[in-house]
């Protein structure tokens, strides 16, 4: 008699177990963000080509996300864009990581920098999101720097939320009651006993960061603020595009959108896989 | 007697929160337009000619050359008396600017905000009572990738099929030419709220849908339920008895939290469908420099948030059962 | 002093007994032949996944044979966090769904198939949990106890709920109260009526008595004797060894997923010198009112391999031969044992 098997290898990686299926997952996404990455990067050197000649052009094996106004190609377009997203939201993303980090560690120190921190996560949140961008950007004269910087200092507040529950967690161990006996002292404490255990949640925390901060810098830039029309950035191809959306060409917005759409379900696959990796509890769903 | 007391403690704390919240805000935003190289005169000339005199004359009313703190004051003064100052680009106060279009923003959030929370919560309890069948895998799968979907793309593809495709929509949505916002009739009103609507609903569902499956799904292996099944329940009944129950909570609560976002939504919608709302006049502040009407826009963005959060507070400790009791027991 | 408490409510059920129940049966008239529960070979494992999501497999019971009779009560006493709750989940079909299960179970004499289970579940079979987890926080205490039912029954049962707590002295409020306004008694009693408004033949309480004071354990103990007496089967899963001793009429001894021991209640008297497992006795000589001696050494970890007995590490008179292969599980002196030295 037997109730209950265990359903590991359904579906579509058939005869791999699940540690191999999550970190082929993982394995394959990161070598497409790669690839456009470095892609956009060669492509960058030369200037797009203007050619008149096939202007507007519906998508076909040649053109795959057709072409602009300008004859442009769009899937180059989209490409050097995606890059410049995926790199944007990586120094956005590494940057609210270093100030959670500072943050984290400031809130472990005593109990009024605690609160401190506490209030400016509060603060940071109050307001919403994307005009809390828009107002720190004009602050900052806006430009392309603008944004960057506005979207690289209102990401840290919900990691660092995360990282300051753990860090109470942390604090009622018995290791730690045990170092402070023997007269470390805080910053010992925080930065030998805390710091190494909070490793993995800030690095996964970090890649879960990406996706947000790549759509609120395409978000911006297609509102208006930051990037010049010149840059090939995916909120400015769609912004232009919206020009042309009545002439029926619906590949100028239809592809990148779809582009960046796949970029930052890629991110988030790679996050949650990694997730899975190093909290293993709920695998069986 | 003792819930009395608790309810005017709470309604001390919030107030006080309030006023803590708006005044670090209003400071804090303040100083950051004061930093910017924004020039309020030149924002406010824009293409006109002026005089040299006339010019002198504005600058004094800007306050070009008072110091920041003192600036300050003055604007938090006439904010305390509720006067917000004039909106550079509507040329009337900022107040009335603000609301005419945060009563259209709130339709316009209203209805995608209940619309997408009972269709969310609907969605996320089958995909929760079914999972893993391959219904909780599609609605998996599009939870993922609407969370993923640039919000302005999907507007934009929702417009490019139902107004330049099928033709359903004017493309742009605004009030018709020549007609004003109070000639607009309500079936006018009706249908150039449906896309944005609809936009905003589809995104918005994904996030409670997936809440409330992993709610539902945590609850489903909790004690209680496994003590039901043991008693012989199952199926549709079990999730109905003790499932929607224990997840409607939260579930509310989540969508109440979730203002921020909404009104993030809510300005790349207005914006791509031209929707007169409070987002749309943020945009236009944000870069046409109207410092006056972004800072008050600002503020009720920050009131807007604290409310929904209010209600979610006021639903956590008045309405759960479990927590008015541990409350009074202490 | 706890006797009191036990005879009292004995009496009052049996002026009430067909009106409750409709079993019936008294102990007395009964086939003791036949077992209403017979559990053979059981073994349960878990699939799980480590950091890394490496799988392994975590062997929880091995190899479980127990007997329950009607009119009987059987206790299944092992320490803490055992796996002893699984086996009344594994009775009952409610596993998780990485849980592999082997062996027999059979209910009156047919097998116990999944299927069977979840018919017999809340009608034949009960169980009382052991903690008020298992109440549905947000929901009225009667409707929990009535349980999901036809509209057309819900008057009957709600009578039957209101004579139920009646008897269990429940207040008419608590019907109306949610689960976290129960005190620790009341829980016991309202998840006691959770069986009882079921009519079941075959009870399974799950850790009825931690935390409960001496006035309240005997008046809980009393509950299940009723039963017994009604003619239910009723497995006592605990960890009590005392309390077990109280009201039982066998004991199962259960360590390190299987059972070492079946032993009548009578063979824990004179000394304990009928008791054939030295685990057994270790455990009787580490009650306060005998020796008050702890017994050395832990029990195997779940994802330990042993190759011999299983009791191997801690056994004072261990041979050569106990640690080549598990001990056959053996009919000795009107009970069961799991021990090369019992004879």
Known sequence: MSTAVVTVNRGLFRGLNLRQKTLLIIGSTSLLLLGIVVSSVFLGGEPLQTNFGSKNLAPSLEHPFGTDWMGRDMFVRTLEGLGLSILVGGLASTISTVLTVILGLLSSAGKTADSFVSWLVDLFLSIPHLLLIILISIGLGGGATGVIIAVALTHWPSLTRVVRAEIKQLKTQEYIHISRNLGKSKWWIASKHILPHLVPQILLGTILMFPHAILHEASVTFLGFGLSPHEPAIGIILSESMRYLSAGYWWLAFFPGLSLLIVVLAFDMIGENLGKLMNPKNAHE | ?330 | MGNKAEINPEKELNTEKELITGLGTTSGNMKKTEALLKVEDLSLSFTQYESGLRQTELKVISNLSIQAYKGEILAIVGSSGSGKSLLAHSILGILPSNAKLDGRIEYNGAELTQERKEEMRGKEIALIPQAITYLDPLMKISNQVIGCVEKKNEGLMKKLQREIFQRYTLKPEVERMFPHELSGGMTRRVLVSTAVISSSKLIIADEPTPGLDEKTLNETLSYFKDMADKGCAVILITHDIEAALKISHKIAVFYAGTVLEVANVEDFKNNGENLRHPYTRALWNALPQNKFQAIKGHQPMQDEVIDGCIFYERCSRKKALCAQGLPQLKQVNGGMVRCNNAS
């Not at chain 2, 008396?81 to 106060?93: A, E, N, Q």
């Not at chain 2, 209600?311 to 309405?319: C, K, L, N, P, Q």
């Open chain 2, 1 to 330: 007697m003792s819930n009395n007391e608790k309810i005017a403690g709470f309604v001390g704390k919030k107030a006080l929160r309030l006023t803590s919240l708006l005044i670090v805000v209003c400071f804090a935003s303040f100083m950051l337009i004061q930093c910017s190289p924004i020039d309020p005169v030149r924002a406010y000339i824009g293409e006109m000619p002026v005089t040299a005199e006339h010019k002198a004359k504005l600058e004094a009313y800007w306050g070009v050359n008072t110091p920041p703190q003192d600036k300050f004051l003055n604007w938090a003064g006439d904010i305390l008396k509720g006067d917000f100052g004039t909106s550079l680009i509507f040329r009337i106060p900022v107040i009335d600017v603000i609301k005419e279009r945060f009563t259209a923003s709130l339709v316009l959030m209203g209805v995608s905000w209940l619309f997408s929370g009972i269709l969310g919560f609907v969605l996320g309890i089958i995909a929760g009572a079914k999972q893993g069948t391959w219904v909780d895998k599609a609605i998996k799968t599009y939870c993922y990738a609407l969370a993923a979907a640039p919000t302005f793309w999907l507007a934009l593809v929702l417009l490019m099929v139902f107004s330049v495709y099928l033709g359903w929509f004017p493309i742009g949505l605004s009030v018709p030419i020549g007609v004003t916002a109070d000639d607009v009739t309500f079936f006018d009103w009706f249908k150039r709220l449906i896309l944005p609507a609809l936009t905003l609903s589809l995104l918005d569902i994904a996030k409670i849908t997936m809440f409330t499956r992993e709610k539902l799904i945590e609850v489903l292996s909790s004690d209680y339920v496994l003590f039901a099944k043991a008693r012989g329940e199952k199926g549709l009944d079990l999730v109905l008895r003790h499932g929607i129950r224990n997840v409607a909570l939260p579930a509310i609560t989540l969508q109440f939290l979730g203002f921020s976002e909404l009104f993030g939504g809510t300005v790349l919608v207005e914006q791509v469908f031209s929707y007169p709302g409070i987002g749309q006049a943020a945009v236009a502040a944000g870069l046409r420099s109207d410092v006056p009407l972004l800072l008050g826009i600002v503020i009720f963005s920050a009131l807007f948030v604290f409310f929904g959060n209010l209600i979610a507070d006021i639903i956590y400790e008045f309405v759960d059962p479990r927590i008015k009791q541990q409350e009074a027991s202490v």
